[in-house]
């Protein structure tokens, strides 16, 4: 199965810092990563205006999805609120 994990600010969001310098941003580049390196992560970024961010990923169910967003240290810490979309992919490479 395959998830879209949109990111949205929270409320431990910090005006007028900048994306990448607010709290828990190091950390939760790795643990995305961690989630790429794995083969689950598919893609992931911030949007361009920098207002949240999405995630592709794969996974047996939307429990373990549920688990992996819950996991992210920006989002346990209040930088990052999420939703979970479940994807239906017509076509891929």
Do not use: C
């Not at 994306?19 to 990563?33: C, L």
């Not at 207002?51 to 549920?66: F, K």
């Amino acid at each position: 199965m395959r998830f879209l994990i949109l990111l949205a600010r929270g409320p431990n969001w910090i005006e007028d810092v900048v994306f990448h310098n607010q709290p828990f941003m190091p950390e939760h580049a790795v643990y995305v990563q961690k989630g790429f390196d794995g083969g689950n992560v598919i893609l992931g970024g911030p949007f361009m205006d920098f207002s949240g961010g999405a995630i592709v990923i794969d996974a047996e169910t939307e429990e373990d999805v549920l688990a992996f967003a819950e996991g992210d240290p920006a989002v346990q810490n209040g930088i990052f609120t999420f939703s979970l979309k479940e994807l239906y992919f017509a076509t891929e490479n």
